[in-house]
């Protein structure tokens, strides 16, 4: 049997995978082939003399089939043959064995193309199928296309041929152009395989049978570390970051990164520096590409020996900029779309035309992660006029990129470039061009049947597979035979006589075919609405518990619902009835209910239908395709819960990959899925269990948020309440009624407020938005202070790190108001930085910024700034509230808990003016840190005149916290997060 292998529980699916007729094993074989078969919808092109490349290929590879030593084992993986669009259609048509070459042969003569070309995965999915006992394999790809799935078969092939067996790939690039072919040499050349660009049906066969008389290539004598080398390819954007790994070893003290073309060591920065890690250096390691274009070496230099690895790259200019923004409300908060280096430090801010580089206004932000493409929103300023959204450099001196805006003013942006466009120019040279799956279309005709008069008549033909274009095709005019050109697939086709008499077919339209056909008359029992299109029919809804369900509770799927599909005649709109099951209505099955709306926005489902009897808030099932159906939870109210929405005639996945796919994977599981495996977006922070709940303590807001999501930007305006969630790429916001577009898109009401979403933008916000709207609430916020009762609480498991961060009592709690509290947020970097963060808090004053001095020590030596090695390092604080944050953090070249940090003299300038003098601070200024470091002080007074006791307020850990010892505090009901909120009492602002 086939299997359709997804990307989502590829693990479990591999492992579960069965051969297609009892081969003989092949773990005891010393080598195996996979071959990749190129079942996209470019192959549907012709070739001379106008056969077609799917007809040509299919005829040589059956033929290969029978050729080859069957002895061998061998499997077969084809792509781009069930669904248009979908980079995870990839089916493994035959596990790696000795398999019947004529069943071989038939398998893939069913398969018409239609779909994408997934290169990447497949390789990756057909080096999986490897046995671990082979000595050498070999994968045979045969494509008529590049990738065009957003993946690098480069970086891959590079990935394989540092596996323990020796994998070699061939690419057998079927009618490819020099060009072409040259794109995949990469592929071909990392892993010793063959490069073969056959143009017709016999070269096909000869390029087959050249691969499989090729002899492996010897084992290649080890390299030395002398020898190493770097798995980046000829060329890198400017500013942008890179994860690169080394062949051989080096030590923590070790350096690399980016010099010129044929120079020495160049001066350490974000190109250069230092290994760090453990006694080995980390490998991979991250190193930003220079900034300013040209031709660099990319460079190992190991203590006492020198440069012992150098490897060419050119560096390109970046493709950075913006969306375009138009114009906005003022004072409002806007949306927008950037592709950037996205580095620690660097900024998005809102400035006029012509002004300085660091001077911007109070709404600005950070990109919240190093996805190259991102988005986020930022407040317009008060004054109509036109501003430019800039993205600016970590020490604030240079405009890396701009768009020009207007602020409550008409503005015309006539610059077309877009994120996407830039996207485009930075891609990898292996991408194909886009369009390149597409099918051609195929010229049909349609006749009624020789025994009826021939005459007139009205036709209509409507697409019945879910990955077409569902708009029905009709002439303007009655025909007696109607011929016309349709997108390959299947389709129903009408034709209605005199008498009301109709004519109705199922016809399958593809290249390579006559495509000519006789419509029956149709009787009244033929009839079925249910068919009409791919999604009518048919379905059932089931509820996937959880792996740790409580005891007692069910283990297996639940059958919450059977569902009916229909489309009206004009094929315009879904309709359908939900019938519960007992299991969700606690009795017998209940009365079928019509839904109110069923909806499909770019291959997700959205269903809405009302059950009073059992809530009274709608039920709205929100679902993403997965296999061959769709996932997704079903909510009313705050209530909801993870289902599958699964064709009745087809059975369910198995238990556990429906687990990994709802719940994510088992915990602790270690085995690498491979790039087939879909996860969450990296983005800080975001949740990384089944379900989170996360609060604010500033404002009371509260959530559950799914895996893979975050609660950010928070804040009051005006006494509103306004948050966003995001999950790297979709995004919600909780903003009033009053300030939201209804042209923006829907939203879901919630405890705290709508939460809302951007009708054109991703549609996993729309999956994810009745889910956190249903369990968003603002928290009542009491008072920390109040006195509490209670019995003791065992605090050994936090005591020893209360006593690096508590202050002094006398300052902490007591006249708090009457001093500036500077705290400083260490954080290690890629394993080898410090970024050192701030934020103030201080009694209410006009704008101000502290100016500190900052030096450290690790290992007795001195540590200095990644950005600025040669100048002193200075953390400046604006504070244009009460509360403030660092313009500049500042990097450190050493891990934070080995620095030893002085922080001072401390000197404020009053004002908002970046030329006022330096002078003593308004209130006395104490310090604190909430991250590890090896020590902290505050220097002595900054210049006569400061206030007194510039406080070192770090205590470090007694004895008694060292050893671990039980200190039983009484702190009545409250919990270890409410005492430390109490002992600290100053909490930023997110």
Known sequence: MRRHVGRFGLAFALGALTTLS??????????????????????WGQLEGGITKVEVAREVIGD??????????LGVIAYGHNRRGDCADIEVIADVGINDPAGLSSNLNRLNPRGMTPITDSLSLAASMIPPTAESADIILV?????????????????????????????????????????????????????????????????LNQIAEAEPAPEPEPQPVAEAFFDIGPKAEAGHDYRISFEGTARNVDYAGFTRRGAGQPDVGPSYGVLGGA??????????????????????????????????????????????????????????????????????????????????????GYPYSNRQTQRMGLTAPV?????????????????LFSREFGVGVPFEDTDATNTADLADQAAAATQAAPGQDAMPMVKATFRTPDNFPQIPLWWDAIPLDPDMSQEAYAPISELVVWENEFEPGRY?????????????????????????????????????????????????????????????????PIEMARVSLTINAEATAYGGVFTPTGAMVGAGDAAGVPFESVSEEEGYLFLRFALPALSPEPFVVSLAPYGNGFSGTMDSGANGLPVVFWPADES??????????????????????????????????????????????ATGLAAQLPRGWLMWQIERVDGQLLAQFTNGESILMLIPSASWNPENGPCFESAAG??????????????????????????????????????EVDLSDFIGELATVLVPQTSALEGADDRIRVRLKPETQFGSGCFIAADLAQRGHEPFTLVAGLSAQANDAPVTSVLNPDEPMVLEIDAFTDRGAALSPVMMMSACDAIALTVGPIQCRMGTDSAAPLQACPLPVEVSTSGALAALSVAGEASAGTPAELQAPIVQPDEAAMTGEVIPVDIGDMSPEELLSVLLPFQPES
Request: proline share 10%; net charge negative; aromatic share 8%.
């Open 64 to 73: 290969f089939f029978t050729r080859r030593d069957n002895a061998e084992p």
């Open 143 to 207: 494509t008529d296309g590049l990738e065009t799935c957003d993946a690098d078969p480069c970086a891959l092939a590079a990935q394989l041929a540092e596996e323990g067996i020796s994998i070699r790939a061939h690419v057998v690039g079927f009618a490819l152009t020099d060009e072409e072919a040259e794109a995949m040499r990469c592929v071909a050349e990392a892993t010793g395989g063959l490069l073969l660009a056959p143009q017709s049906g016999q070269e096909l066969a000869d390029a």
């Open 383 to 399: 004054e109509p006029g036109i501003y430019e959204l800039r993205y600016i450099s970590g020490n604030q001196q240079e405009i």
């Open 652 to 697: 369910l996945p198995s238990m556990p990959d429906m687990q990994d796919h709802l719940y994510g994977p088992t915990v602790g599981q270690t085995d690498d899925p491979g790039p087939l495996q879909e996860t969450p977006a990296a983005v800080p922070g975001a949740c990384e269990e089944d379900i989170c709940f996360v609060s604010d303590e």
């Open 754 to 791: 709508p939460v809302c979403y951007w009708a054109e933008g991703d549609p996993g916000a729309r999956l994810a938005a009745p889910f956190i709207a249903a369990n968003l609430r603002i928290e009542p916020q009491e008072d920390a202070s109040a006195p509490a009762s209670g019995g």
């Open 492 to 556: 129903r086709v009408s034709a209605i006589g005199p008498g009301e008499t109709e004519f109705s077919a199922v016809v399958e339209i593809f290249p390579g075919q006559p495509n000519d056909f006789v419509v029956p008359v149709s009787s009244a029992s033929e009839e079925d609405e249910g068919s009409v299109v791919g999604l009518s029919g048919g379905w059932q809804m089931w509820a996937i518990p959880p792996r740790d369900a409580p005891a007692g509770a069910p283990t297996d």
């Open 279 to 364: 006694e080995v250096g980390n490998n991979p390691f991250t190193r930003r590409a220079p900034l300013e274009p040209g031709e660099y070496d990319l460079i190992l230099a190991v203590t006492g020996q020198g440069i012992i690895a150098r490897q060419p790259i050119e560096v390109v200019p970046p493709s950075n900029g913006f969306d375009a923004i138009g114009s906005v409300e003022p004072d409002a908060r806007f949306e927008f779309t950037w592709r950037g280096p996205n580095q620690v430090g660097q900024r998005l801010v809102i400035a006029r035309p012509g002004a300085a580089p660091n001077d911007y206004f109070p709404s600005w």
């Open 22 to 43: 009892a081969p003989a094993s092949a773990q005891d074989a010393n080598g195996a082939s996979v071959l990749i078969y190129d079942a996209s919808g470019s192959m």
